[in-house]
């Protein structure tokens, strides 16, 4: 009985401190493998989240908004039995939403109430576009002048506390005379700057009641849009808030 004790006794195995710590080893080593991944993982997802943050408010700090109404002046547009009085123009004051990046409002054209406005500014490198639709045409690029409004830096960039009053042209005006006169100009073809108006490619003048959409696009920043329908009677100054 007891040499069958003593040769269980020395069959039985156990495990070397060598081998524990190898053990223990390859533990930490998956650990920290798993950790630094998890690691990795929270720091990319941080970054991209302010990245996100970053993106949004650069967004913000260099888009418009609209201070006060949107005014439409209307004039006579053909002569004898086709004559039509119709928008020829609106205009709106525009500011920095919040204050932040100054908004590029390079004009690609001018108006100096001499012989026919608007006049094209040769070359003008305008970064800011507008887009006008109605029911019946899109144009993705028409032109516009700009007259900032008190103070200002002498420069073409809408900063923080200055003001701009954009006109958006539909129709060339005949200028020197009177408001109601046939002045709507029939044609529009498209310049140098790429812009034209409403009658470019046989469009459709604004009517009463019609309602059309302008689209104010920086060049960086969010979108600016103005809808508005137009009143019964077109008065030769409409207020369209």
Do not use: C
């Not at 001499?114 to 690029?141: K, M």
Request: aromatic fraction near 8%.
């Amino acid at each position: 009985m007891r040499k069958h004790s003593y040769g269980l006794l020395r069959s039985e195995r156990g495990i070397t401190g060598l081998e524990t710590a190898i053990i223990l080893i390859a533990f930490v080593v998956v650990a920290s493998v798993f950790a630094f991944t998890v690691l990795s993982t929270g720091v990319f997802s941080a970054e991209r989240s302010k990245d996100t943050i970053y993106a949004g408010l650069e967004e913000a700090r260099s888009s418009l908004e609209p201070r006060g109404a949107l005014i439409a002046y209307s004039a006579t547009h053909g002569s004898g039995g086709s004559a039509a009085t119709t928008v020829f123009k609106v205009s709106f004051i525009v500011a920095p939403a919040v204050a932040g990046e100054a908004i590029d409002l390079t004009p690609p054209y001018s108006a100096d109430a001499s012989g026919t406005d608007p006049d094209i500014v040769s070359g003008a490198e305008y970064r800011t576009i507008v887009s006008y639709t109605d029911q019946n045409q899109f144009l993705p690029d028409v032109p516009w002048t700009v007259n900032f409004i008190g103070e200002n830096s002498g420069d073409n960039l809408l900063e923080a506390g200055e003001k701009a009053e954009m006109t958006v042209w539909l129709l060339t005006r005949a200028t020197g005379t009177a408001i109601t006169a046939d002045n709507a100009v029939t044609g529009w073809t498209a310049d140098a700057n790429g812009a034209s108006g409403i009658l470019a490619t046989g469009g459709t003048i604004l009517t009463p009641n019609d309602k059309f959409t302008l689209e104010v696009k920086p060049n960086s920043g969010s979108v600016m849009t103005l809808q508005r329908t137009l009143p019964p009677r077109l008065d030769t100054v409409l207020d369209l808030r």
